[in-house]
């Protein structure tokens, strides 16, 4: 019943930034930890940050830490990642995801709601 739907990706020159969001609708009350995963065809899935439901707890990944900061807004229902200092190793599909559980897990297998993915392409 739930899904998620991510936005505001695009093409982005090396330096650059953006901010992708993912919107959640439908029955979102049993929504705890929310996450970002990235993923290069090809390759593993890639945890990029967590957040636990009131954003006391916050898990970046070690490449993107520093640059990226994830939020969110349960009252619009919106998780948001800002991402900045981009560079051409962050081209990648990315994905929001949600669970019951409440620590953000770094672990894919932990998120058993996905949205479909934003492109993100930092050129250089």
């Known amino acids: 019943q739930v899904q998620l739907a991510e936005s505001g990706g695009g093409l982005v020159q090396a330096g650059d930034s953006l901010r992708l969001s993912c919107a959640a609708s439908?029955?979102?009350?049993?929504?705890?930890?929310m996450a970002w995963f990235r993923q290069i065809p090809g390759k593993e899935r890639e945890f990029v940050a967590g957040?636990?439901?009131?954003?006391?707890?916050?898990r970046y990944a070690d490449s993107v830490k520093g640059r990226f900061t994830v939020s969110r807004d349960n009252a619009k229902r919106t998780v948001n990642l800002q991402m900045n200092s981009l560079n051409a190793d962050d081209t990648a599909v990315y994905s929001c995801?949600?669970?019951?559980?409440?620590?953000?897990?770094?672990?894919?297998?932990?998120?058993?709601?996905w949205g479909q993915g934003t492109q993100v392409t930092v050129s250089s």
């Open positions: 995801a949600a669970t019951s559980l409440v620590l953000p897990s770094p672990t894919g297998s932990a998120y058993d709601i």
């Open positions: 439908g029955s979102t009350s049993t929504i705890n930890a």
């Open positions: 957040i636990s439901r009131s954003g006391g707890i916050i």
